[in-house]
């Protein structure tokens, strides 16, 4: 699936509202920020993902014929003007977007997306870029830690089986690889983008012959350079036993059970006895960044690790609280936009993140300012579209993989270890604070006097 | 996106395991079980979804040219016969399946989902399979939960802006309405699968305007008879106490920050004071199941539940320890097939899934039995492929949300409530045990005689 036809994939509020403004007359151009409202404990950074999709699904949004049927159909729509689906016909994205790089670290509180346009079209595609930009931040923030946990060693992402659906399955194996895996295990993912391949076997290619070692001598024959023995059907060193007194030579051997620290000292040392210090020993089973780090701690000679579900859901936090907030109105009711809900306000206006250095190239802070400030820092928001038409240039994923790592490079390294709670500082520029308590006082002015 | 074009969705090691299976001339029939190891705390029970879009997949297995090319060319296919890419282009899927009915209730260790055919197509859907049913299941056994929390009140799905990608977010209000939930926002869900769309209003609709009252007018204006405006833009009791003055009559308000019990409370009391008893109050804001049943244990005067996140990703659990395991191989080397790695083992053999019933109707027992032992209780596996051709009919999703609501109806009713630990038996029928122990003896006498 390309994001392409995908443009009733929205909220039905969107439509409504959408509607409504028409019909209305609210022609206006309105300004929305996509940003997380806070960091999910166990997370000290996000990494920036889906943003080159989000991109194409703005590249593709338009209705057909059949789509804006069904919104007419829709009970609700019954008093909507005719001229509303008209418009919707001819609907395509017109106007300007900004964002962050694919891949950029980020912090809460910072926009990472940027629409400004006509209030419809910046509307109607809010579901849509949330869960584009939402799930494969969530994603690639995960893989992120449990890469960094790796200290170099490969990681294998294999989630498809447990991500929610093949789709989101593939998009996973995307956003992980983005982050620093090595390779994935979705036979579509690789074909889709590129992404190098890695597979073991299952204990059910064991379990299909009557004898363990035959299944064993089968798999390394067919395969000579790549053969992954996975050892754990019946029992781990046993397993390795008869690998052994068979004289196989596979590329690596899979520990899925049991002590994994423990197996992987026995097992290597078994294996660099026998003259097969070349037998890579690769690690799985629940794998995430606190196992990991707990086994490279207690000294686990372990060369690679496959992670799965933890990686392609994210499991400890499966969403962010990412948000699209209306920031800013043109045309007649001009002007900067708050929103003042108990516990969940937002900062008027479009705004640019700022990234300082330290002299040493490490990051020391970031500064989220109006737009029309300036610093000698790196911003952030890029522009992507002017007037709806696109002035991204996508890079392959291996160089937004290698910028990635980069990126990360130059965060105070605290940050990355797992249990971090190295704190990063996130400014807000005394032009915003002084923009809220303004709108605060506009809007309780304004409350106090309706009533 | 359909099913069909998805054949390279599965592991790569599902491939290389063909291939071996292929070049070494084992041409079996093998028998793979699908199953929950485990059920997650905070889940009494699970339903089975997914279960129609895994036939679908079944009945459109085929690969492209282009994708048995791309499998060709990775390097660790260089020693695989030109036969098996041969294979690949004529493969179909001839085998048999047995699957639980869409909606049912089932438990952990009970067969969903059952395969039985040419080992090579067995195989290779493995992870295709997990990833359909497993979400899907994933998601209705959370839904279920919310459902029933809710007392008989109005839930509706609106998630997809935190679901995991596009079509994650429509298959998951699929299977949320299968478990009960009244409605989706997500409008390609509502096309798709029928499902009834519900939308209420953002907080941009209002702060697009530069007066509240007057978003509130133009939306009542244009949807008569559906509105739902949301009062917390700037302050709840304020947006309320405008509307109020301005002799709005929507269909109903929306609470969605704050204390909502008290405020599902004051707003009732004022619109009842008003002489609109008959708008209804909803309630949303990061909703679950315990939320639902704390507000409503506590009088929470709300008409109906917007549920998000909880429910489009199962934030809690958002992925079961679904497996797809091995149980019996034909042919040559004929016979039941067990795994015994630690703390993993599976029962060996084919099996059927019994459920008992007291003489009120009411689920007392399930008994997972060998597939040729029979008993006077429903049988939960039902044959939907016999060698290849589909007997499955499948029922309108009306239908099947009907029939899942009644199965939840004969539950023991403790096992319905938010906080359940109501034990549910699950017996394994003594045969299962005894085949499991004699397959021990066999592959510990095997080791034996090969040490």
């Known amino acids: 699936m390309t994001t392409s036809g995908c443009s009733l994939a929205n909220d039905f509020y969107e439509y409504t509202m959408a509607a409504a403004y028409f019909d209305k007359g609210l022609h206006v151009n309105a300004s929305f920020e996509l940003f997380v409202r806070g960091l999910p404990r166990d997370r000290a950074y996000l990494i920036a993902a889906g943003i080159d999709e989000a991109l194409d699904y703005l590249e593709n949004l338009r209705f057909s014929g059949e789509e804006i049927d069904f919104l007419r159909r829709q009970p609700a729509m019954q008093n909507v003007s005719g001229g509303f689906f008209e418009h919707l016909r001819e609907l395509r994205f017109t106007g300007d977007a900004d964002s962050m790089d694919e891949g950029r670290p980020f912090f809460a509180n910072e926009p990472v997306f940027r629409i400004a346009g006509p209030i419809i079209q910046a509307q109607i595609i ?132 049991g002590n994994l620290l423990e197996l992987s000292q026995r097992v290597r040392r078994r294996l660099d006895e026998s003259g097969l210090a070349d037998v890579k020993v690769v690690a799985t089973s629940d794998l995430n960044e606190y196992r990991i780090a707990e086994l490279l701690a207690g000294g686990a000679p372990i060369d690679a690790f496959g992670v799965g579900t933890e990686i392609s859901t994210s499991k400890d936090h499966p969403a962010l609280s990412a948000v699209y907030k209306l920031v800013h109105i043109g045309g007649e009711a001009a002007g900067d936009r708050v929103k003042l809900s108990e516990e969940k306000h937002t900062f008027p206006g479009c705004k640019q993140v700022w990234r300082f250095r330290e002299g040493d190239g490490r990051i020391e802070r970031d500064l989220v300012a109006a737009i029309d400030e300036s610093y000698d820092a790196e911003a952030l928001l890029q522009r992507r579209f002017i007037r709806g038409r696109s002035v991204h240039q996508p890079l392959p994923l291996d160089k937004l993989r290698e910028r990635c790592l980069a990126w990360r490079n130059e965060m105070p390294e605290g940050m990355r270890r797992a249990d971090s709670h190295t704190p990063y500082i996130i400014e807000i520029s005394e032009r915003l604070h002084a923009e809220l308590d303004e709108a605060r006082q506009r809007i309780q002015a304004r409350v106090e006097v309706d009533s």
């Open 126 to 257: 809010e579901t849509a870029l949330l869960s584009i930009v939402g799930f494969a931040t969530a994603i690639a923030s995960k893989a992120a830690r449990v890469v960094d946990a790796a200290q170099g060693r490969a990681v294998s992402e294999f989630g498809a089986r447990h991500a929610h659906g093949i789709e989101a399955g593939v998009r996973a194996a995307r956003a992980a690889y983005l982050a620093g895996c090595t390779s994935t295990s979705n036979v579509e993912a690789g074909r889709r983008f590129g992404i190098p391949l890695s597979g073991t076997m299952a204990h059910s290619f064991v379990m299909a012959y009557e004898d363990e070692l035959q299944a064993f001598r089968d798999f390394c024959d067919v395969f000579p350079h790549s053969a992954t023995l996975l050892l754990d059907t019946y029992d781990t060193m046993r397993g390795l036993e008869a690998m052994l007194r068979a004289g196989l030579h596979p590329a690596a051997v899979r520990l899925d059970s």
